[in-house]
Structures are given as C-alpha cells and as structure tokens.
C-alpha cells in the first residue's frame, strides 16, 4: 500500500476547478433568476405604460394663458339666441347620470338640448366646448355661461352623433 505523496501543485489543481465550476454555476443562475424577473415585472409594467400612454392621448391639450384670457374675453356676438341653440351634451368623466344633469342646466339657462350620451372615452381630464362650423360665437357663448375654459371647433365627432346639435359639451373630471 505504497502510495505516491501528492506534491503541492497537485492538490491545488481540484481546488481550483472546483472553485471555477462553482462560480460558473452561481453566475448562470444569476442570469437566470434576472431574465425571470424581467419577465414577471415586464407585463404589469407594460399595462401601466398603455394605461398612461392613452391618457395622454385623450386627454385635451391644456390651453395657455394667453388663449385662454382671449377665449373668456371673447365677444359672443352674432350668436343666435340661446333658445335657438342646440346642444348635445356628452359624458366624459364616467359618472353616472353627470350629462343628464347638465342638460336639465342647459334647459333651465334656455338652451335646447340635442340629446345626451357616452363619450368614445370616459377619462377627459376637464370639460370641453366644441362648435360646429359657424358656430363659433354660440360656442364660445355657452363655455362662458358653463364656466369652462377649452373651447375649439368640433373635432372627431361627426354631425349624425350630434343629433342636430351645433355644439356639443363633453363633461370632464
């Protein structure tokens, strides 16, 4: 039972390539459990980012301060009687019954009521005036008595969903 005596060289060696596997396998299982938790935060993250993204999207340009002192100061003249005025009036902020209670506002300051309904969407950050063409003065004339500051002319609602009106009002937040 003669065995040859390891030198000192030798018994470094194992050591060695015990340590090299070992940080190998610690490495790759480091990746590993990165990519896994990339995967798992990618898809809540990427909801959060459409949600955001289409609120963005939807939500009216704020107006300056310049625009919105020329709109309040805005003579309402040539416009037709508010009697002779016909609005459709529309629910932007979700709440239910919101457009059926500015319509029975609007008929109280005399306006004729086009009809009410849903918006395309139900998250507008602040109500909007919207006007056909050529009905600039009776736009501007019910954002005043409204209070409302974003007025502009109609924009991605065609005649036929306006149900004869010749303004429309979208109710925000």
């Given at each position: 039972?003669?065995?040859?005596?390891?030198?000192?060289?030798?018994?470094?060696?194992?050591?060695?390539?015990?340590?090299?596997?070992?940080?190998?396998?610690?490495?790759?299982?480091?990746?590993?459990?990165?990519?896994?938790?990339?995967?798992?935060?990618?898809?809540?993250?990427?909801?959060?980012?459409?949600?955001?993204?289409?609120?963005?999207?939807?939500?009216?340009?704020?107006?300056?301060?310049?625009?919105?002192?020329?709109?309040?100061?805005?003579?309402?003249?040539?416009?037709?009687?508010?009697?002779?005025?016909?609005?459709?009036?529309?629910?932007?902020?979700?709440?239910?019954?919101?457009?059926?209670?500015?319509?029975?506002?609007?008929?109280?300051l005399t306006y004729v009521v086009a009809g009410t309904?849903?918006?395309?969407?139900?998250?507008?950050?602040?109500?909007?005036?919207?006007?056909?063409?050529?009905?600039?003065?009776?736009?501007?004339?019910?954002?005043?008595?409204?209070?409302?500051?974003?007025?502009?002319?109609?924009?991605?609602?065609?005649?036929?969903?306006?149900?004869?009106?010749?303004?429309?009002?979208?109710?925000?937040?």
């Open positions: 039972m003669d065995m040859p005596v390891a030198t000192s060289h030798e018994l470094i060696r194992p050591w060695k390539r015990a340590t090299l596997v070992a940080s190998l396998v610690a490495a790759l299982e480091l990746v590993l459990l990165l990519g896994l938790g990339a995967l798992l935060l990618a898809k809540p993250l990427s909801h959060t980012i459409r949600k955001h993204a289409l609120a963005a999207a939807t939500a009216p340009a704020p107006l300056t301060k310049t625009v919105t002192r020329a709109l309040a100061s805005a003579p309402a003249t040539g416009a037709k009687p508010r009697s002779a005025t016909h609005v459709m009036v529309l629910n932007g902020n979700g709440q239910a019954g919101a457009a059926s209670m500015l319509a029975g506002r609007l008929q109280n309904g849903n918006a395309a969407h139900q998250n507008y950050a602040s109500s909007v005036v919207m006007y056909r063409p050529g009905f600039r003065a009776a736009g501007l004339r019910l954002a005043k008595d409204l209070q409302i500051k974003v007025v502009g002319p109609l924009d991605g609602i065609g005649a036929a969903a306006l149900h004869g009106g010749q303004v429309a009002v979208i109710i925000g937040a």
